[in-house]
T-cell receptor, first 116, second 113 residues
Framework: GAVVSQHPSWVICKSGTSVKIECRSL??????MFWYRQFPKQSLMLMAT?????????EQGVEKDKFLINHASLTLSTLTVTSAHPEDSSFYIC????????????FGPGTRLTVL | SQQGEEDPQALSIQEGENATMNCSYK?????LQWYRQNSGRGLVHLIL?????REKHSGRLRVTLDTSKKSSSLLITASRAADTASYFC?????????????FGRGTQLTVWP
């Protein structure tokens, strides 16, 4: 149980285009989802927290117009990187939590974004 | 920064030896969690310890928490080559209902057969 999927697992795009990444909880209701980015050999940086049906809460320094997050249902959250640039290239990881089931977060396998 | 710091950054041991990783943090926490990440993959939850707990065990894992020193340690006993991975501590902020976690920089553990 507690499986989180991400799609796509990797994507290459041209500078200036937008990319959407999906995060799904497959066997539980994710009342809260989190988006992280990770640079090579570095830690996970929390970007934003989203609760189903409400606006995402962004961490300081994260541009909300650049990284659009939608948590439309209890099993799906999307992250759209708008007008991507090479510096947006990174590993993006989502996690999900069922608020009624404890503090543990369940992580997706990550999406490798490369912007040319 | 709310992020923790792991120590050491890299650890290389032989199979059968014990591996100890330390984590220090700066804020008041509700809980501290340890995660494992294999290269280029997502994270796997290992163990959670609440702020009112001092020690917790799970299989070959032993976690301690000292809130007065704002530090935690993860001990892996009788390590195996399959334990090779990056290990991260993550702190859950006190007073938050969102359950946000802030991750440390991680320890890269290599276990040689």
């Amino acid at each position: 149980g507690a499986v989180v999927s991400q799609h796509p697992s990797w994507v290459i795009c041209k500078s200036g285009t937008s990319v959407k990444i999906e995060c799904r909880s497959l066997d539980f209701q994710a009342t809260t989802m989190f988006w992280y980015r990770q640079f090579p050999k570095q830690s996970l940086m929390l970007m934003a927290t989203s609760n189903e049906g409400s606006k995402a809460t962004y961490e300081q320094g994260v541009e909300k117009d650049k990284f659009l997050i939608n948590h439309a249902s209890l099993t799906l959250s999307t992250l759209t990187v708008t007008s991507a640039h090479p510096e947006d290239s990174s590993f993006y990881i989502c996690s999900a939590r069922d608020r009624g089931q404890g503090l543990e977060q369940f992580f997706g396998p990550g999406t490798r974004l490369t912007v040319l | 920064s709310q992020q923790g710091e792991e120590d050491p950054q890299a650890l290389s041991i032989q199979e059968g030896e014990n591996a100890t990783m330390n984590c220090s943090y700066k804020t008041s926490i509700n809980n501290l969690q340890w995660y494992r990440q294999n290269s280029g993959r997502g994270l796997v939850h290992l163990i959670l310890i609440r702020s009112n707990e001092r020690e917790k065990h799970s299989g070959r894992l032993r976690v301690t928490l000292d809130t007065s020193k704002k530090s935690s340690s993860l001990l892996i006993t009788a390590s195996r080559a399959a334990d090779t991975a990056s290990y991260f501590c993550a702190t859950g902020e006190r007073g938050s209902t969102l359950g946000r976690l802030y991750f440390g920089r991680g320890t890269q553990l290599t276990v040689w057969p």
